[in-house]
């Protein structure tokens, strides 16, 4: 029952006029009052910004802060974390399926919205991270590789916190997403940006501003090529306030993740290693 009342509650949220909101209010001059006491609340460590908190001329660019040199040491491991965040689960991927929260699965066609790119991970891996509002919103390579394109999926702004994950059946593939693709001599991982309630936006390089919450959702699926190569740990993006990245790999690239379920993690830290070949 309380489930169920959670549910519809979260549903009925306004998700866009809150996110539409909250990003007005975090891009104003005034929010750099808050950079303090938000720091505070969520414990950030202000030593490793790469300026001091009274620098930053609002709310929203402290939360996409950088950081100071040697804050994110990148480890020499074949896979790194690409963000600072919480494990929600990681595991094999079998018969297109992958797990939400214990006994919700969601189909990985319906996540990338394409059931050919789909296909070509069948049998391979993926780890879930999540970023609380606290974590650095950086998102960097987890692996040294190619960037070749990149797909836009417009949807919904539920929260991916632990109560979305938990009442909202295939939350990840109802939200808005930015889904890039990454070549490497050992096969193609697919680096998985989802957006959520409260995120304004989420910036990339490579892909196109597609402006405020309201803009979004009058968005179709955009797609797009690239050619870049980058090198493990090189920043790709960032969250305009916090969400879920979900990485996949093709089939025989993993041999084992140096990370659990429920672990706290950094960029830079190792996630997994290459099979052997």
Known sequence: MRRT???WLLILFPQR?????????????????????????????????????????????????????GARPVAACEVVSPVDGTVSELGRLDHGQLLQAKGCMYSLAALLADAAAAMRYEGGHYVTLYLSPRDYHRIHMPVHGRLTAW??????????????????????????????????PRGECAL????????????TAYSPALGGPWRRRRQGILTG?????????????RFEFGSTVILLFTPGMISRFCVQSGQSIRMGEPLAQWSKE
Do not use: H, M
């Open 151 to 184: 797909r836009y999926v417009p949807g919904k702004l539920f929260p991916v916190n632990t109560w979305g994950v938990a009442c909202i059946a295939g939350l990840f593939t109802q939200n808005e997403r930015l889904i890039t693709f990454i070549e490497t």
């Open 17 to 69: 006029l809150f996110t539409a909101c909250l990003g007005r209010l975090a891009r104003a001059r005034c929010s750099r009052r808050l950079i303090p006491l938000y720091a505070r609340w969520y414990q950030i460590d202000d030593r490793e910004a790469d300026l001091p908190l009274a620098c930053y001329p609002t709310l929203l660019d402290f939360f996409c802060r950088g950081l100071a040199n």
């Open 225 to 237: 090529q690239v050619d870049r190569e980058l090198p493990r740990g090189a920043e790709l993006g």
């Open 192 to 203: 998985v940006k989802v957006g959520a309630a409260g995120v304004g936006s989420v910036r």
């Open 5 to 7: 009342l959670l549910r």
